[in-house]
């Protein structure tokens, strides 16, 4: 294969790898409130659920639809928090 073919399928590939990311929906889940109590990148995310109980979330936010998940799953995966506003 000379060099024009693997210039030609290389530009074929990342062409197709960027229509991918252009035609993927918008975000659903709901953002975080950019205030005092939703700080960036919080160290304990078990605190979220001082304020929101396992039991007022959806099951799939919780074990056994009772208990808040231990281990990588931090609120802040899903639920970035809002843009600051700039005036």
């Known amino acids: ?3 024009k073919t693997q210039t030609i399928i290389f530009l074929i ?3 197709a ?3 991918f990311f252009l035609m993927a929906p918008e ?3 709901p953002r975080m409130p ?3 109590n939703h700080p960036k990148r919080q160290k304990d ?3 979220c659920f001082s304020c929101h109980p396992p039991e007022t979330l959806p099951e799939n936010h919780t074990v056994d639809g009772e208990t808040p998940p231990e281990g990588k799953q931090k609120c802040y995966f899903c639920h970035k928090l809002e843009k600051e ?3």
């Open 27 to 29: 975000s659903t889940t």
């Open 45 to 47: 995310f078990t605190v």
């Open 85 to 87: 506003k700039t005036d």
């Open 17 to 19: 790898v960027l229509i």
């Open 13 to 15: 590939v990342c062409a």
């Open 34 to 36: 950019l205030d005092g």
């Open 1 to 3: 294969m000379n060099k």
